[in-house]
């Protein structure tokens, strides 16, 4: 019996040393296979070609460089697959994936059966202003503010208004882009949502000019690229291609591509970029 258990152990450890080896695999295999969003513009979307594209896309494409270096795998192929809200997660934890490229918060909860990248970004509740109208948030007393209809964005500009003790009319919208039409017009005073969709929004606006993206920043979303948990070889050859694409000042230039020409990010994604400047 003991003899019995200590091999069924064995098998146990080695399964799970399989499962957690994706440069083994990718080198045995030639393929990292990257999770992706076909419809959560900007960060990872299917174009019309039917490939995969975005910025946490192009993030994981940059983390394939570096895992064919390291696996010796100058013909590694980026196999693509497709996810959704509902499954992307049981994607990963069951093998069918090595990476997940969109936009996945990083929270305690889920670092409990997976494991995170250095964070890829961070987003959070903020307000669109007219360029020439209010500026702050105190400013709101008494106006209109539009909102995305039926989103959990519609009950979190509520919340923070009531928490800061301002008295506005909440204005839901049908779209974003009828909502930054009616803010470019002056009809309502300033138009809320999360940060990365509202730039991403005001970057395809024709009337962005007339815009300004606030820097407050009213809740806190961090992302990053969501592995299998325990594979440590894997996750720094995907935390040192994070690094060098700070270090070089890549990232900014995939951050424009994909938001859009002219797109600036905030204050807080460029200290997010400085902090993953790590030396080597």
Excluded at 31 to 57: N, T
Excluded at 145 to 156: F, P, R
Aim: proline share 4%; glycine share 10%.
């Amino acid at each position: 019996m003991r003899t019995v258990l200590a091999v069924i152990g064995l098998l146990l450890a080695g399964a799970g040393i399989a499962e957690a080896a994706v440069l083994d695999r990718a080198k045995q295999t030639g393929e990292l296979r990257i999770g992706f969003r076909p419809d959560a513009r900007p960060f990872s979307f299917k174009d019309a070609q039917g490939v995969a594209q975005g910025y946490s896309v192009d993030l994981c494409r940059a983390v394939a460089t570096e895992v064919a270096l390291r696996t010796g795998r100058p013909d590694l192929r980026v196999v693509e697959v497709p996810v959704t809200g509902q499954d992307r997660f049981d994607q990963l934890t069951s093998g069918k994936i090595d990476l997940l490229c969109e936009a996945t918060t990083e929270n305690l909860t889920r670092r409990q059966s997976m494991d995170f990248s250095l964070l890829t970004f961070a987003t959070g509740a903020t307000l669109l202003y007219p360029a020439n109208g209010a500026s702050k948030f105190e400013d709101l007393v008494g106006k209109k503010v539009g909102v995305l209809a039926g989103s959990t964005t519609e009950a979190g500009l509520q919340g923070a208004l009531d928490r800061a003790g301002i008295r506005a009319e909440v204005v839901p919208e049908p779209t974003h882009t009828e909502g930054l039409a009616k803010l470019a017009k002056g009809e309502i005073a300033a138009y809320f949502g999360d940060g990365a969709i509202l730039l991403y929004n005001l970057m395809q606006s024709p009337d962005k000019a007339k815009l300004r993206l606030s820097d407050l920043v009213l809740s806190f979303e961090p992302y990053a690229l969501a592995m299998p948990r325990g594979d440590d070889d894997f996750r720094l050859a995907v935390d040192t291609a994070l690094a060098k694409l700070s270090r070089s000042g890549d990232v900014a230039v995939l951050f424009e591509r994909n938001f859009g020409a002219g797109a600036k990010p905030s204050k807080l994604i460029e200290a997010l970029w400085a902090l993953n400047n790590l030396p080597d």
